[in-house]
């Protein structure tokens, strides 16, 4: 049976509300296992995304302790220094049930009045209430939509789609696909995990309705991760094709890097079978050391492996993705409301009159109804357009609105915003916003 849509949480119309302004893009540095520590966490929060890293990544919970104090502490003075607070710290745990670290785990994290936690491998029920108690949202990643709607009931703020091609065990579902699937029942949070290396593809993930997007494998080949320089320089040379899915390692689907199981003196292409699945002995960084190298140095990766080109400080990864569509288009934070471009029959028309002296005009008049054809959208569409136009604007972050149905109006508008809750300063800006979007958009005739 299909899911039916549910409600928002109660307590805003959007979770992320609280930290959005600390953020330059929409983005999660992943967390990943010996890649994410201090260095890399600390440096993508400073620079306004959102940086996780899984607790296990650390030998102890007196480890976790030290590194969050650590990360912390240099949070603050940069903030200081800048004079802007720091994106969100965000540990991941592993809430599978052979990890035994993680109800010592938890209480580092809750000590640490961490804003935001990321819940791997299995129901985030165990750890939902103690976290929102001390005011954490939970984003639980999922990899299908039985899961998502598991997670939602659990108490899941936000949900993290893993999708086909991510680093690590990944998910299957096609991303397009999974995450109109869950938007279909879901108002929250949605993170896309799998594929984004750069802002088209995170501006694509937007679009597509998510409010954040993970990238994993494109930190592993930064200055300030943990992997072996050896494991960034292959990525650098590989591409998706380098990407081998294969249970073989973890007995989870994984993507793993081809050249480094090669490189181990294994064939790729016949690997033997992996038996029972043991989560706990792969997330024990000591138990992984005592591993004989050949094993050690066999890495994963996902597909956005052929956008890695270089190995970058972190810094410089997040202000290149936050200029790159620049070149060709818009860039991640401009609005999604520019009109439809001329269509190649409208534009030849318009060249024809251009050669013709006097007729410019013509050239003006067809851009003119080019400009303001509409563009057919469903009533959620429009709601996602709106939600994501408003949330641009810091008065209008926590404008609550519902998209309603109107009578068709002389300037051809067929859909307006009711207001549940907006600031008083923020009227006007918002007013103009959705203005922008009616004169963008009209209801769809199936809608
Ligand atoms: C080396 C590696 C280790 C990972 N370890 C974890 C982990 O400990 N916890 C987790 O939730 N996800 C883990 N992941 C998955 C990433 O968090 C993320 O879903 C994935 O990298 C996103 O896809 P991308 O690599 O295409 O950006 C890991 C991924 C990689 C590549």
Redesign the pocket.
Known sequence: MKPVLKSMTPRTIDPLVRFRDRLSLPLIA??????SGVELVAAACRHGVIG?F?T?NCRSCDELDVWLTEIEGRLHTSSDALGKPAAPVCP?L?VHRSNARLSEDLQVVLRHGCEIV?T?VGSPQPVVRPLHDSGALVFA?VASVRHAERAIEAGSDGL?L?TA?????TGWLNPFAFVRAVRAFFEGPIVL?????DGRALRAAEVLGCDLA?????F?ATRESMADPRYKAMLVESSADDILLTSAFTGLQTNMLRPSIAAAGLDPDNLPPRGAIDIGKD?DVAAREQRPNRWRDI??????ASGVTDVPMVADLIARTIGEPGKHGRPVNAPLTTPPRQSALEARARRRCGKVAGLDRWGWLMDFTTRFKKTPATLDEIRIRVTHALRRHPLCRDVQFDVVSTPRTARGRNWTVSLRSIESRGLWEASDIVGDIQDAYELSAVA
């Open positions: 992943a967390p990943m296992f010996l890649v996780a899984p296990v991941n592993i990321i791997s990643d993290v893993l091609g991510a680093g690590g065990q995990a799998g594929g984004v290396s993970y990238m994993g494998t494109k592993i997330i890495w994963s990766a996902g597909h956005s």
